[in-house]
């Protein structure tokens, strides 16, 4: 059967590397989702990561306590994003398919930063690459970074990974009676105020007609079974 999509921008969930006893990372989380990468990868998906930092700091909550400006938690937060990366890439190359951090914030003993010519040409060599740091300045969220991304890398769509497994009429962990869509557009989840994901990301993805699939990490191989169409999930379309 022939593929919705081939080259995905996947959104990991930073919060969903957490491990239950409070560390910011689960080495199993981490062995699975690289599993998991490397199986979609074995089925002809070109995979570009971008990965969340709430299993460490959102810059928005922390400012919110009054002890540090927002530009200032969010330039922790993205480096968050580069310590999840790192442990993500890892995981991946010890899986066995070749992963590289690039970052938005120049950090060059740590990793590469990120250029768009490099990154499609280790795209284009089967590498899995793994983008860093957000978009490199404060009041954004890792969720407009993937789409942004997405779109420079010519991906046919950006799969969010996340912690519920698609786009609901309501947050389904506080509204019980939310229903799930199969199916919305861009513009409806924007008239709706849908908060899965914000909306200067569903905006930009809107302007650049790029689909975002909203499933949950919380199924075995769930990038994979998302994709494949074998696991639940919301299409947002233009
Ligand atoms: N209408 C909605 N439909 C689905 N989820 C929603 C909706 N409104 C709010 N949410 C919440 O959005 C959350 C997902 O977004 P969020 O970016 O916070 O998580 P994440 O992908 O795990 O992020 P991070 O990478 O920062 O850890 C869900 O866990 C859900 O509770
Ligand atoms: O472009 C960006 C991306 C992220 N940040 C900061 O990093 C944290 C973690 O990202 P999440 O998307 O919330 O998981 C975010 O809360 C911001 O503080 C940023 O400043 N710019």
């Known amino acids: 059967m022939a593929k919705r999509f081939r080259r995905v ?21 981490l062995a699975g989702f690289a599993h998991d990468i490397v199986s979609a990868t074995a089925k ?12 460490i700091i959102r810059g928005a909550r922390m400012s919110a306590a009054g002890w540090i400006d927002r530009a200032t938690a969010d330039a922790m937060g993205m480096l968050g994003t580069v310590m999840n990366s790192l442990a993500i890439e890892n995981a991946i190359n ?3 398919v070749s992963a590289r951090t690039m970052s938005a914030v120049s950090m060059p003993t740590i990793c590469e930063t990120y250029a768009r010519q490099p990154a499609l040409r280790y795209i284009e060599k089967g590498q899995t690459i ?21 779109a420079e890398l010519r991906c046919d769509a950006v799969l969010k990974a996340t912690q519920v497994d698609g786009v609901y009429s309501a ?15 861009h513009d409806e989840a924007i008239a709706q105020d849908l ?12 302007e650049n007609k790029l689909p975002i699939i909203v ?17 639940p999930s919301t299409v947002v379309v233009p």
């Open 44 to 55: 002809g998906y070109e995979i570009a990561i971008v990965i969340g930092g709430g299993n």
């Open 94 to 96: 010890a899986a066995g």
């Open 9 to 29: 921008l996947v959104k990991l969930s930073g919060e969903a590397l957490a491990a239950h006893d409070g560390y910011w990372f689960d080495p199993k989380i």
């Open 130 to 150: 793994v983008l860093a740091g957000g978009t490199g300045n404060p009041f954004f969220t890792t969720d407009t970074s993937a789409v942004l991304r997405a």
């Open 171 to 185: 947050d389904p962990k506080k509204d019980p009676s939310a229903i799930r869509f199969e199916q919305l557009t």
């Open 215 to 231: 499933g949950s990490v919380h199924f075995p191989s769930s990038i994979t079974a998302i994709l494949e169409g074998t696991a």
């Open 195 to 206: 908060k899965v994901m914000d909306t200067a990301a569903f905006a930009l993805a809107r």
